[in-house]
T-cell receptor, first 113, second 114 residues
Framework: KNQVEQSPQSLIILEGKNCTLQ??????????LRWYKQDTGRGPVSLTI?????NTKSNGRYTATLDADTKQSSLHITASQLSDSASYIC????????????FGTGTRLTVIP | ETGVTQSPTHLIKTRGQQVTLRCSSQ?????VSWYQQALGQGPQFIFQ???????GRGNFPPRFSGLQFPNYSSELNVNALELDDSALYLC?????????????FGPGTRLTVL
């Protein structure tokens, strides 16, 4: 069964600190993995996309990693800002099927001053 | 902003009523997908439309139906509303032939069923 699990469910950190969010998946055959940021009441916005051959990709203060062998990904946020408060959703795409996107339930990050 | 727009932004209905939600896709995109996102959950796939035809459906009953128009905008219709239909409804547009096939999400419509 294709599944995407994220941890932790929620996280509170102080402004300026770093944090790492985890995503484990069982989706097969794997196509790509995206991390989305979703502000409260808004639609998700893509941060990074990882394909099978990519291990690390950065987008500003966001760095995503992918281990395709263990089917794990992480999103590392450096020097957090108050505006980083949001839900971060891991989405894994399978190679086939119209319904081929599998969403995690997200990690709710709160950055406090 | 992704260029995907949805209307209305908020909606309150009572149980048993019908609702129509609208989505305008990003320019050049021919595929629209609809998702239901309950509070604290990830989006759940409802269905996808490609060139005006339904192109895949998730585990939702027939009272959830949709349309895609020649300009690739789309509607989601829900009949006989139930309390559990209260959620954020997201539409996402994409270019089916794109290599990465990235979906661009709209801001969502918050539906409350009383």
């Amino acid at each position: 069964k294709n599944q995407v699990e994220q941890s932790p469910q929620s996280l509170i950190i102080l402004e300026g600190k770093n944090c790492t969010l985890q995503c484990n998946y069982t989706v097969s055959p794997f196509s790509n993995l995206r991390w989305y940021k979703q502000d409260t009441g808004r639609g998700p916005v893509s941060l990074t996309i990882m394909t099978f051959s990519e291990n690390t990709k950065s987008n500003g203060r966001y760095t995503a990693t992918l281990d395709a062998d263990t089917k794990q990904s992480s999103l590392h946020i450096t020097a957090s800002q108050l505006s980083d408060s949001a839900s971060y959703i891991c989405v894994v795409k399978a190679q086939t099927g119209a319904n081929n996107l599998f969403f995690g339930t997200g990690t709710r990050l709160t950055v406090i001053p | 902003e992704t260029g995907v727009t949805q209307s209305p932004t908020h909606l309150i209905k009572t149980r048993g009523q019908q609702v129509t939600l609208r989505c305008s896709s990003q320019s050049g995109h021919n595929t629209v997908s609809w998702y239901q996102q309950a509070l604290g959950q990830g989006p759940q796939f409802i269905f996808q439309y490609y060139r005006e035809e339904e192109n895949g459906r998730g585990n939702f009953p027939p009272r959830f139906s949709g349309l895609q128009f020649p300009n690739y905008s789309s509607e989601l219709n829900v009949n006989a509303l139930e309390l559990d239909d209260s959620a954020l409804y997201l539409c996402a547009s994409s270019l089916a032939s794109g290599v990465s096939n990235e979906q661009f999400f709209g801001p969502g419509t918050r539906l409350t069923v009383l």
